[in-house]
Nanobody, 129 residues
Framework: QVQLVESGGGSVQAGGSLRLSCAAS????????MGWFRQAPGKEREGVAA???????????YYADAVKGRLTISQDNAKNTLYLQMNSLKPEDTAMFYC???????????????????WGQGTQVTVSS
């Protein structure tokens, strides 16, 4: 039911910034978490951030330790669009980035890929030194 399309990837130098967007074809249910994942060649898919709207102006956000302070997840519920603002990018951030949607459970949003049911096609982020 949910289709996700990422955009905004590209190539930047270390220390630069990118803003990724994820447009959904349908509104997510109130129980859905929205997340960003990345996967580099030969590595497992890694969750970097997730978000859940639990109030009109209250979002629960979750971040991997490796990206705290550099990446910020947000969403525009009216547009049904997810964003990932990435600052101070490092070569280690180079990966295919995916947005995903999954049903919230246990009162939290996970950063594990198996917790998400719907996936976008990905957008490539390359950070050069």
């Amino acid at each position: 039911q949910v289709q996700l399309v990422e955009s905004g990837g590209g190539s930047v130098q270390a220390g630069g910034s990118l803003r990724l967007s994820c447009a959904a074809s349908a509104y997510t249910y109130s129980t859905y978490c929205m997340g960003w994942f990345r996967q580099a060649p030969g590595k497992e898919r890694e969750g970097v951030a997730a978000i859940y709207r639990r109030g009109i102006s209250t979002d629960d956000t979750y971040y991997a330790d490796a990206v705290k302070g550099r990446l910020t997840i947000s969403q525009d519920n009216a547009k049904n669009t997810l964003y990932l603002q990435m600052n101070s990018l490092k070569p280690e951030d180079t990966a295919m980035f995916y947005c995903a949607a999954g049903v919230r459970s246990g009162g939290t949003c996970s950063l594990f890929a198996w917790g998400y049911n719907y996936w976008g096609q990905g957008t490539q982020v390359t950070v050069s030194s």
